[in-house]
């Protein structure tokens, strides 16, 4: 079973550049995360869909993040523009169902450094 | 305030001898509690789930308890070995569980020295 697939693995930008993380999840799985790691720290969650529904996204700043995942599948999470702070380590994660007693798998991560 | 802490940001102990790692909370009442293991470079992976009705779940080398009432868990390997260096993060759901948003400790980095 293939795991959660994210690309691409590193981005160096400069800052007020837009970038974009792309994240394929389990297949089957519904639930599809989106975290941000900064070094250190534990995961924080950005936001979480159910299928295509975002349904909590009250840690995106959304004036600058956005999210989408058309079809219930892949998912993109953009910044734009990025600022200095916004370089950490961005994380898919997705689960089978919603329940916090389902597994989280992760993928590799997205390191991205804004300059 | 809500917060989650991990005793320490790093533990360092002899191959063969039983590592222990503490997890607490304050201000949640968590449903299910989950360990995850994370080494440099990668995601995180899932290592062992609790609700809070059980006292101790166990998984080969892996033990964990959960006591509501002090607000703790405890993750335990025993006999542990070199290739269980990485850092251990717990997790924790906000309340009733129904949904699948987790709350993460900062982590603790294990050194396990042959």
């Known amino acids: 079973e293939a795991g959660v697939v994210q690309s691409p693995r590193y981005k160096i930008i400069e800052k007020k550049q837009p970038v974009a993380f792309w994240c394929n999840p389990i297949s089957g799985h519904n639930t599809l995360y989106w975290y941000l790691q900064n070094l250190g720290q534990g995961p924080e969650l950005l936001i979480r869909?159910?299928?295509?529904?975002?349904?909590?996204d009250s840690q995106l700043p959304k004036d600058r993040f956005s999210a989408e995942r058309l079809k219930g599948v892949d998912s993109t999470l953009k910044i734009q523009p990025a600022e200095l702070g916004d370089s950490a380590v961005y994380l898919c994660?997705?689960?089978?169902?919603?329940?916090?007693?389902?597994?989280?798998?992760f993928g590799p991560g997205t390191r991205l450094t804004v300059l | 305030s809500q917060k989650i802490e991990q005793n320490s940001e790093a533990l360092n102990i002899q191959e063969g001898k039983t590592a222990t790692l503490t997890c607490n909370y304050t201000?949640?009442?968590?449903?299910?509690l989950q360990w995850y293991r994370q080494d440099p470079g990668r995601g995180p992976v899932f290592l062992l789930l609790i609700r809070e009705n059980e006292k101790e779940k166990r998984k080969e080398r892996l033990k964990v308890t959960f006591d509501t009432t002090l607000k703790q868990s405890l993750f335990h390997i025993t006999a542990s070995q070199p290739a269980d260096s990485a850092t251990y993060l717990c997790a924790l759901d906000r309340g009733g569980g129904s949904q699948g948003n987790l709350i993460f400790g900062k982590g603790t980095k294990l050194s396990v020295k042959p």
């Open positions: 994660a997705s689960s089978k169902g919603q329940g916090a007693y389902n597994e989280q798998f």
């Open positions: 201000n949640y009442s968590p449903a299910y």
């Open positions: 869909y159910e299928n295509e529904e975002a349904v909590d």
